[in-house]
């Protein structure tokens, strides 16, 4: 022991060497300590990242799952509206067909027509029933077999009168 004491006074140099060395070597350990340290972190946080991940996916696709059976259920319900809005439509054009054949005594389904039209002409200067007494009639008469008012081959009316 007395040997290595007097080494060390001997040689001061080597002496400071190693020291630098055994300091150099504590840096590194506790840098290496440090790092290890950080992985570990960082894999916890990874582990929690990866479970992050699946609960995303699954949430995605029970979205996924639910939005397609939504967009079924809103198809679905979107068709029985239009058929309810189509057979609304076809009753309403069958009674208005019903009501304008079978009304007034008349029957379009087999061609017979019970009710009689009056085909007779009044007589231009004649005034309708509503017209009030003294003023001049302005509505033409229709006769069968003539053209309408206003059609070609129709004569002209009269200066002052107009068609309704």
């Known amino acids: 022991m007395q040997r290595q004491m007097q080494y060390c006074m001997e040689h001061p140099e080597e002496i400071s060497k190693m020291a630098n ?9 506790g840098i290496m ?3 290890v340290e950080q992985v ?3 894999g916890e946080r990874l582990d929690v990242l990866v479970d992050r991940t699946d609960d ?12 397609t059976q939504l967009r ?11 058929i309810i809005v189509v057979g609304v439509v076809l009753l309403l ?5 019903l009501l304008a054949c079978f009304t007034g005594g008349r029957n379009c389904v087999n061609g017979n027509h019970s009710s009689a ?10 005034a309708p029933a509503w017209a009030a ?16 008012p206003g059609q070609p081959g129709a004569t002209p009316t009269p200066a002052g009168h107009k068609l309704l």
């Not at 054009?93 to 067909?97: E, K």
């Not at 039209?117 to 004649?126: C, E, L, Q, T």
């Open 21 to 29: 060395v055994q300091r150099k070597v504590d840096e590194v350990k």
């Open 33 to 35: 300590m440090q790092n």
């Open 40 to 42: 570990l972190v960082r």
């Open 56 to 67: 995303l996916r699954d949430q995605a696709q029970k979205f996924q799952r639910q939005g």
């Open 72 to 82: 079924k259920k809103m198809w679905w319900q979107n068709f029985r509206m239009q």
């Open 93 to 97: 054009i069958v009674v208005v067909f």
């Open 117 to 126: 039209v009056a085909a007779a002409p009044a007589s231009p200067s004649s």
């Open 133 to 148: 007494p003294g003023v001049p009639s302005t509505t033409s008469t229709l006769v069968p077999g003539e053209p309408m």
